[in-house]
């Protein structure tokens, strides 16, 4: 079973992990976006990190409504209103229950990114975040490592694609050749989780 401090360590270690690649996030975006995805990220992940530790979160529900809640007020563009709508989706699915199952996990974050693709009218294969987080949500039932392969798998899947939808839209078939860094950032995100698990595990 997963409690709150499991999806604290879940936020703590994809806080860490953005900061380790933020530059490579940043190198992405420069290519197709405007060059500020790996800054953005880590100032926000930085900010839910400061944020859990002053604030009294009790159950997963309360870690990623008010971590969700942070991405949107901190991190710059769309990405804030993405992320955060993913998180705060995927907790108010949970309820008020201090401990949920893996399978309930799978299906709060899934509610988490039809959020997603609502907000961002995204659909998979547009070249988005999308892109990584469906098929690791789909994977999940397999264990957080299998989501965490599907995740990174479907990054760079986004490579030959053309994107559809946010600014790397504009630039047509010029966004073919590039992995998304929303795709990317997302895959860190999700091989977050199973760095957590492994935590619990005492690893």
Excluded: C
């Amino acid at each position: 079973m997963l409690d709150a401090d499991f999806f604290r360590r879940w936020m703590t270690a994809a806080a860490a992990s953005v900061d380790r690649e933020a530059e490579r996030l940043t190198a992405l975006d420069s290519a197709i976006g405007d060059a500020d995805h790996g800054s953005n990220m880590q100032r926000g992940f930085a900010a839910v990190v400061t944020a859990l530790e002053a604030e009294a979160t009790d159950t997963p529900s309360a870690v990623l409504t008010a971590a969700g809640r942070v991405l949107i007020s901190t991190v710059g563009g769309a990405s804030g209103p993405l992320y955060g709508t993913l998180l705060r989706r995927a907790g108010k699915a949970l309820g008020d229950a201090t401990e949920i199952s893996e399978k309930q996990l799978a299906e709060a974050l899934r509610a988490g990114v039809d959020g997603v693709m609502a907000l961002g009218g995204a659909a998979p294969g547009d070249k988005t975040m999308v892109d990584a987080l469906l098929p690791a949500v789909d994977a999940l039932g397999d264990g957080f490592a299998a989501a965490r392969v599907a995740a990174e798998e479907g990054a760079v899947a986004t490579t030959p694609l053309q994107a559809r939808k946010g600014r790397a839209s504009y630039l047509g078939e010029r966004s073919i050749g590039h992995q998304d860094p929303g795709a990317t950032s997302s895959a860190l995100l999700v091989a977050a989780l199973e760095e957590a698990a492994a935590g619990a595990r005492g690893e």
